[in-house]
């Protein structure tokens, strides 16, 4: 079984969202888009009910929420063998769920199966209200059979689904606040299912733990320091109560319930002293942990369960190399896997169809795959470089405030090279290279293909932006833009003639010392001035070596790095929309004023 | 009953899986309740509800499926629409089975009053479910059921079962009475049973009163075919007047129809145009029903916590209390203590521990439908049944000879 859709409304930032689930999900989007909202969703409707947390006003949009304002949330379920709801009478028939039809091309949730390609599905919502006169949030988990004006808190009371059901599912989630350090142990239900799930009780090590509890080889009221006191305790007892009990002092209560709570988890390196896990590193523990629920991930699975699992941040705590195995292994052992990340390195590793963007619009939560469909044999070259070989890169930039497209290759390796020292010399005031590296991502477009990369990217990007040079090319590119059908936001041109290393050249013009640092590592350059330089990176596009060495000069000047801070900060500003001296806007093109 | 525990030996439900035992509006779903929990083998596995509730539930479940096929979604207080966009549903084979995935079989009595609708609800679920169904064709007052549909298919069917004689009683005079009636054969008064003459209201209503007295506390069902001047005025007269030995006044409450009830109570509601929750509430109060205040109340606080309603017109207050009062009679049991007074139509599927049957001179219909509309008030009687005639010469007509 899967998730194939979720349907959420007025749930914490979310006032309305409609996602569609592929078996191995990658959640990507920016802070408080609602990446942790909708596998808080997933939760509310399929997670047993000691992994919800209470529900407060703050769970609703706008944290106020009148009687009217209801929380609503729907995820369809498919995959049921066979599709066959006779199959199955634990969810479908009367007092279950009514089967319905997943249509995976539209998306859509039919009554009745009209195509032989529609797979059986049922739906569970959750509805809640904030009860105003008891101040508390009353929730109902049922099954959805419709969309219609049906209440499930009047009269005719919803069909609830049972747990039986839930604990069939198999909803793991692993939040981002994780504490590990007591996962290995029996304070842990996770691990309390892992055994059961396993048959692997160590009952007879845990009742000889018992035995040597209830009589040590040394008691402690025997010690020779103690023991004066605790017999003329007994002594005084004794003359007051006929045959009266002899204090004793023992670890724990005794009996096997205490000896399961006082287990804690040790790790002990090489020879050394075993130490406890809440004084070990967060690495280890929380790779036990995850280790551990995949394991309760491989004995459900061997038993035929469903296993889906939820899974914020892996990156956290865990080296790359780690994160990796990590996600392959999660992914191997589930039905189905929802993972959030920060990391491009992670989303990178998902197919790209499977990586979702999430983009939150005034409360409207919308997500769209990192690719549409799976690339065909016959894609275009530019497109497999660009969204599978450099896919890392673009997942990056679409992580960004704004993204952009630059004309070529060599604008986006050169924006990068000389933002990068940049960034690492800034003050803490009068410098703002960096607000461009934090707002702006630059895509690598691969052969020119501004147009064609500008139009897959404003798919699924808000704010898709243009660079173009100041030639014939670049006024074709400006025309072919503004007339696709949704036109990027901005469009920015290099000066008539002109193009990135020009403005390079205008950077490197601040200060023209500057360029003997250049002379000095490049030999081609020895006896060139700035215009020469200018006129030797056109010859030598994409040049690393070539690149560093500029942006070490311009970082190494400080006339230079005041400039190169200017062009970055109003680039910013273009990007965003905002006006500057550097940027004139001509027939709704902004064009760089050096 | 018997048969239902040797289908349950032979097939027994599996886990989850119960006995689905469907009856009709008024007290008979509780005596079903009571017969199915001495079935041995069957425990608390089977679900008894009326036709009308689950074909209500059939339609909300599967609403999306109804909107699919071009119907429209019947509001919660038009039943029959309900049943037929039921029907329709239950003549996909899928939702058959949906049932019959909880409910593998069914159980299901007084068939023969199943009207057309209804009876295709019944037909499409026994072509997968185990039905067991009984019928009384001669119990049937409906005229426009006549052929019996529900009959003439149950006859068809091979082992249908056959109900003829009335299992209420085991008085013989009555179970004679009864007898006598369906056979249109002459009726014979006995020990539990007489036919009186009494042509004036005062006259039948002191007869009544000495009944009443003689019964000690007893409970009594004051039933006749049709509710005019005749059985209007011997309620009336038994309500008020004493009689000559000095019994009564016993005060006898008409059973009143669910629409009936609910504009009564409305007629008495001083509401403003634009009331508020709490005025409504008041409003209620003042009326004094205390059930129905209980149910209005509940439902007002309900809007009050999950929707922005705060503004109550009459039109809304009024089609809830019919929502409310039609409730109490489908899907609750009415109360069958007292003393109380009814039509045949009202006593249908209702038993009583006397019954007082009030014959006026005009009674509609043919002769085979006043000895059916006897047969069923004679047979809604425990322990004893007295039939007042308004003429005389009525004594020697059907349905009495």
Redesign the interface.
Known sequence: MRVADLSIKNYRGVREGHLRFKSHVVLVGGNNTGKTTVIEALTLLLGRDRLIRDLTEHDFFGSDP???D?MHLVATITDFDGDD??AH??W?????A???WWDETTGVV???QTDASWRLCCQIGVQA?F???SLTV?VVRYFH????A??P??D?SP?GVPPKLIQQFGFFLVRASRTWDRVLSWGSELFRRTLQAAAAQPAGAILAQRDQLRTPERAIEDDAQIAPLINSVNDEVARCIAGSPKLTLRVTNTDSRSVLEAVSPHYTVGDGMSVPAARQGNGLISLQGLFLLLELGRLRAEAGEGFTMALEEPELHLPPATQQQLVLRVQALTSQTFITTHSPTIAAMADPTSVLLLRNVEGKLTAEPFLAQKLVPAAANWQRKFYQHNRTEVIDALMHTAVLVPEGRSDHLLLKTVLRPLMLRQGWSGEHAHSFGLEVGVVPTEDAKVVETARDLLRVHPRVCCLVDGDDEGQRYVRELAGLAQPPSVVIRWPDGQMIEDAIGWILDADAVSVTNLRNDIPALVAADVAGVVAHMKTKKCDLVLYEAVAEAISENEACRVRASELFQTLTNACTGVASDRFAVVDQVWVFQP | MQRLAETIVAAPPREGQKVLALTFMHGARRRLDERLAAVPGLGRRYECTTLDSFAARIVRRWQSLVVQMGARVPTETEYDETVAVAATLLANPEVVLWVKASFPILVLDEAQDLTRSRLDIVQSLATELTALIAADEFQCLDATLRPNPAWEWLKEQEDHIALEKPMRTTVSALLEAATAVRAAEPVHAGKGFSVNFTPKPAMAGGFLNTYIAGLRGSSVAVITPSIKSFAEGVVAWTSQRTNSRGRGPYPIVWEQAETKRAEAVMDRIVLPADATCSQALAAMVDVGDRALVREVASWLDRLGRTRNKSIITREVLAERLQFICANQRRFQRPIDRGLMAMSVHGAKNREFENVVILWPAAVAGDDDQKRRLLYNAITRAKSACLVLVQLQKQLGQPPFA
């Open positions: 009148q009687p009217a209801r709801p006779n009478p634990d479908f028939r009367d007092g279950r009514v089967p319905k039919n009554p009745a209200y009860d105003r006169p009353e059979d419709h969309d219609g049906i209440d808190f009047d005719d069909v």
